[in-house]
């Protein structure tokens, strides 16, 4: 066991990527309060999960997870585990009972207390468990550790003003709060000024921002403002509404150069009589308009999209529904759920619930056109060069040729046969471009020679991370 001044700590995160972006959160503030993250190989003195809600083996991944470490905890005098997140503020007090050997629990609206907490439960010798319903401040006010030099999220809302029949997060995390756009955008000066070059715009309905402070038009505002901040790179966003994105935004991301042709739009189902019974205030021949105009405006965009399979009094023709609109709207890939009951939920006692062996069978037909679809939109693109932002990671290797990876400007994952000479090899943040010569279903190789290969301050910033020997492949980090 290290001494106080010296403890270590891991965060394991579950679910979207506000979850990873208070993941940063947590680790900063552990950081601040003298903690060390856990070196590859080490066993941590504190392990802290940051959960999820929204589907069922999250849940089971936790506990399966709390039961491994019961009795490393046992053995390992003074270590802690702490649960935060969404599970955390919908369970509280059932985590304790399930983990009696969890020393805190706390929620989405109270990052900033847990070093505190933390403190709390070694000195009382008992679990503290401590959820804020509230939002009390803005989790960007918190210090931030991430995990990349080059890119990062930023959170411009927290909250959800839907009311989704399968969803708990506004539960959860509240009502809708924006920040202040002069904020937002020095967040982002800041961190480009460190390095970054590629921000995701972070929020749970990203297209309403402005709803707080009665500006409609401000996320379009906020996508064109970002284009006027010199070394940024790259701009995502996710994830819009499909019932309130307006044209404003299509043309801001059309008419921003930094602002990338990628767009996640979730439809979760083709069928009419399923939306309404989810609550979403969209009709399937809305959601694929909005596709038209997006294709019209940014003729190269990739989109891509969420289904869930099974809700709730989902009939065969229901389906066929969505695997009609699956194949019209031609997308770049899907992330796609089996449905299953969230308690707390409208949907958890909707009646003619579908049996698990037909959600199983309808999951595995449209998994098998997503990838079809998804393969032959990226078989499309051989031939082309395409301009890739290289990532940390592991890389690949294809039989005896190695492989760098990182993603296009569309964000399809993009596997590049890595250059002999050390010395031409990019860092994860330099950009260069590449011809692609086979389009996978999940991804693209490009086997021909990088060009135009530019070294960024995001490479810099990297390579000034790490030692100089781990420049090359097998380089560490996360992509």
């Known amino acids: 066991m290290t001494s106080d001044t010296e403890r270590t700590f891991e965060v394991i995160t579950y679910g979207c990527q506000m979850n990873f972006h208070d993941s940063e959160r947590i680790s900063g503030v552990l950081a601040e309060a003298g903690y060390r993250p856990v070196a590859d190989g080490e066993s941590a003195d504190l392990v802290v999960f940051n959960t999820c809600a929204v589907r069922e083996n999250a849940d089971n991944r936790l506990y399966g997870n709390l039961g491994h470490l019961a009795s490393v905890k046992a053995n390992r005098p003074g270590m802690q585990i702490a649960v935060g997140g969404c599970m955390a503020q919908k369970d509280r007090d059932i ?14 609206n109270n990052l900033g207390s847990l070093a505190a907490l933390l403190d709390r439960a070694r000195v009382n010798q008992t679990a503290q468990v401590e959820i804020v319903e509230s939002l009390e401040r803005f989790p960007s006010t918190l210090p931030s550790r991430r995990d990349s030099a080059y890119a990062a999220w930023v959170a411009i809302s927290v909250g959800c003003n839907n009311a989704c029949s399968f969803c708990i997060v506004p539960a959860l995390r509240g009502k809708e709060a924006d920040r202040n756009p002069a904020d937002v955008l020095a967040e982002i000066r800041a961190l480009v000024s460190e390095g970054v070059q590629e921000v995701t ?17 401000a996320f379009a505002k906020l996508l064109r403002s970002c284009g006027d901040i010199e070394g940024l790179e790259r701009v995502r966003f996710t994830s819009p509404h499909p019932a309130a994105f307006s044209d404003d935004v299509i043309a801001a991301m059309a008419e921003t150069p930094n602002v990338m042709p990628s767009l996640h739009m979730p439809l979760q189902s083709g069928s009419d009589a399923v939306l309404r019974a989810m609550r979403r205030s969209y009709r399937s021949q809305r959601f694929l308009g909005i596709l038209d105009r997006v294709r019209a405006a940014i003729p190269q965009a990739a989109i891509t999209t969420d ?31 089996q449905y299953s009951i969230r308690p707390g939920t409208p949907a958890a006692t909707m009646p003619d619930q579908v049996s698990h062996e037909v959600v199983t069978e309808r999951y595995n037909r449209l998994v098998e056109l997503v990838s079809d679809i998804s393969w032959a939109e990226n078989r499309a693109l051989e031939g082309t060069s395409v301009e890739v932002m290289f990532a940390a990671g592991e890389g690949r290797k294809d039989g005896a040729t190695h492989r760098i990876s990182g993603r296009a400007r569309d964000n399809r994952l993009v596997h590049v046969r890595a250059p002999q000479d050390p010395a031409a090899m990019p860092r994860p943040g330099d950009i260069a471009t590449v011809e692609i010569s086979y389009g996978a279903p999940h991804h693209l190789n490009a086997d021909s020679d990088i060009t135009n290969l530019r070294r960024t301050r995001g490479g810099d910033a990297w390579a000034a991370a790490v030692a100089p020997a781990a420049i090359g492949l097998g380089m560490p980090g996360r992509s």
């Open 307 to 337: 289904v869930i399979v099974g809700f709730p009094g989902e009939t065969e023709a229901d389906f066929q529904a969505t695997l009609d609109v699956v194949a019209q709207a031609r997308f770049a890939g899907a992330f796609t759920f």
């Open 95 to 108: 985590v304790v009972a399930k983990a009696p050997w969890v020393d805190v629990v706390f929620g989405t």
């Open 201 to 217: 715009l972070l929020g749970q309905n990203v297209n309403t921002y402005g709803v707080e402070f009665g500006d409609p038009g």
